[in-house]
């Protein structure tokens, strides 16, 4: 066993620390904090398990948190950290020095999450499944869910489904939820959900169990209604519990707001991994065409719902990888939203191609948004601004909301 000192939070929630034998990550120890345990060789990193926290800080949040919470701060303690990981990112990975814009922090510390999934316990009620083991630990409540989905996972806990995991999709503007049932069979489980209906969910979806991912299978509706209304900043959008929205609508309206008054306008633009296309409905009045790029078809239904029902004709959707944008020509202005990978290497390729005006770069990881950032730079572009959104309070996570300007 080994004493160690930690000295910064890294991406994937670990803190660093060091021996003789190089850094060792340490999940959920935080900087400045004396930890013991055992220092593990896995996948070429060293791990320290069986952590045992000797001397915490003085600002550790003193309540219980769900494991997901892996930054166990008081709130105005994560946000410097989180500010921290994204400047680190820009300097080291970039190779950038640039002056960030404060922080924009949650409109809520706790009570933030409208969309959730659990798996279900052997033993009864909801459960949070370990990253590292897969282990099942039994929850009693979740302290970062929105008022409707407290009440959904609250129900749940008395309700002896026969699945896998549940899903939850809830809506701040209406106060309803939504429910997806994860596994078992559609037909068996189609009473169950008109009376979980009755008890006041909005509807129910089922979905195939699939080594692909959650709902990248079959699914089905089961009863009641599909999607919700929300509230993101400056307009309302549908949310469905079977493809991605934010999970935080505050703090994603705020960043929505800022991002529209970002950009300068003009003739064209192309949003990629667009999802359901809140940016490109937000900016339609500033440009005379919009693209929208996204594979998800669930995710393209919605957006189409939304256009309609916000009277936007010159928002066009087209489903498709957007590895494939050099098919679709010239833009005054790129919007990016990627996954945590980052662009893909097509997609970096043709925006130095295509050269359009502005690129408008939202991202979920600091370190493939460095990445490609820094390689834009190199090939043209300079960095026009930058800040860090906290849409995950209490989790290493932190997004990032920038512009890039040619030339």
């Known amino acids: 066993?080994?004493?160690?000192?930690?000295?910064?939070?890294?991406?994937?929630?670990?803190?660093?620390?060091?021996?003789?034998?190089?850094?060792?990550?340490?999940?959920?120890?935080?900087?400045?904090?004396?930890?013991?345990?055992?220092?593990?060789?896995?996948?070429?990193?060293?791990?320290?398990?069986?952590?045992?926290?000797?001397?915490?800080?003085?600002?550790?949040?003193?309540?219980?948190?769900?494991?997901?919470?892996?930054?166990?701060?008081?709130?105005?303690?994560?946000?410097?950290?989180?500010?921290?990981?994204?400047?680190?990112a820009l300097e080291r990975i970039a190779k950038l020095s640039f002056p960030l814009a404060p922080i924009r922090p949650s409109p809520r510390a706790l009570g933030y999450r409208t969309a959730a999934q659990y798996a279900r316990h052997p033993l009864g009620g909801l459960a949070y499944r370990q990253p590292e083991g897969w282990s099942l630990l039994r929850l009693e409540e979740d302290p970062l869910l929105a008022e409707p989905l407290a009440w959904a996972f609250a129900l749940l806990q008395a309700w002896p489904l026969p699945v896998e995991e549940v899903a939850l999709r809830g809506s701040l503007l209406e106060g309803r939820v939504l429910l997806g049932l994860i596994g078992g069979h559609p037909e068996a489980l189609k009473r169950p959900a008109k009376a979980l209906v009755k008890e006041g969910f909005a509807g129910v979806v089922w979905g195939e169990a699939s080594p692909k991912g959650r709902f990248r299978g079959r699914t089905m509706p089961l009863h009641g209604e599909r999607t919700l209304l929300e509230r993101f900043g400056p307009l309302t959008?549908?949310?469905?519990?079977?493809?991605?929205?934010?999970?935080?609508?505050?703090?994603?309206?705020?960043?929505?707001e800022e991002a529209q008054g970002l950009v300068s306008g003009g003739r064209r633009a192309l949003e990629l991994y667009a999802g359901s296309g809140l940016l490109s409905l937000l900016l339609a009045p500033r440009f005379g065409e919009v693209v929208a790029v996204e594979i998800s078809k669930e995710a393209v239904r919605r957006g189409e719902e939304d256009r309609k029902r916000l009277g936007?004709?010159?928002?066009?959707?087209?489903?498709?990888?957007?590895?494939?944008?050099?098919?679709?020509?010239?833009?005054d202005l790129v919007v990016l939203d990627p996954p945590r990978s980052g662009l893909s290497p097509e997609v970096r390729a043709y925006l130095l191609e295509a050269r359009p005006e502005e690129v408008l770069y939202m991202a979920c990881n600091p370190a493939t948004w460095a990445r490609d950032v820094g390689e834009l730079v190199r090939g043209g572009y300079r960095l026009a601004f930058a800040r860090p959104y906290d849409f995950f309070p209490f989790t290493h996570h932190v997004e990032v909301l920038s512009l890039l300007r040619l030339g």
């Open 1 to 88: 066993m080994k004493v160690l000192t930690v000295e910064k939070l890294v991406p994937g929630g670990y803190g660093l620390a060091r021996t003789e034998e190089g850094a060792v990550l340490v999940r959920g120890a935080l900087p400045g904090e004396v930890v013991r345990g055992r220092p593990v060789r896995r996948k070429g990193a060293l791990f320290l398990e069986e952590v045992e926290v000797l001397e915490g800080r003085p600002d550790r949040y003193p309540h219980p948190l769900p494991p997901s919470a892996d930054l166990p701060l008081r709130y105005e303690s994560q946000l410097p950290l989180k500010e921290g990981l994204v400047r680190d």
């Open 312 to 331: 936007v004709a010159n928002v066009r959707f087209h489903r498709g990888d957007a590895r494939e944008a050099a098919r679709l020509g010239a833009f």
């Open 237 to 256: 959008a549908t949310v469905s519990v079977e493809s991605f929205s934010q999970v935080n609508p505050l703090a994603a309206g705020e960043l929505l």
